[in-house]
């Protein structure tokens, strides 16, 4: 990861994991209402965000002990 993106990492990480893979699909492509989460819907194809969601839950297990 980035310099400077380590606590949104310790933070972000395991609350990412209390979510299923479709609320997280959701979220990226047209954003989070009432936070800072934008959309990417028109950035990212639908096979991109999978793939966004597949690496974060590969960076939740490696957190793991």
């Given at each position: 990861l980035s310099r400077g993106l380590g606590d949104v990492y310790?933070?972000?990480i395991p609350h990412f994991a209390t979510h299923t893979d479709a609320q997280v699909f959701e979220w990226i492509k047209?954003?989070?209402p009432?936070?800072?989460m934008p959309?990417?819907?028109d950035q990212l194809s639908?096979?991109?965000i999978w793939?966004?969601?597949t690496y974060l839950r590969e960076l939740y297990?490696?957190?793991q002990p």
């Open positions: 310790k933070r972000q047209n954003g989070k009432g936070t800072a959309a990417f819907g639908e096979e991109e793939q966004v969601i297990r490696q957190a």
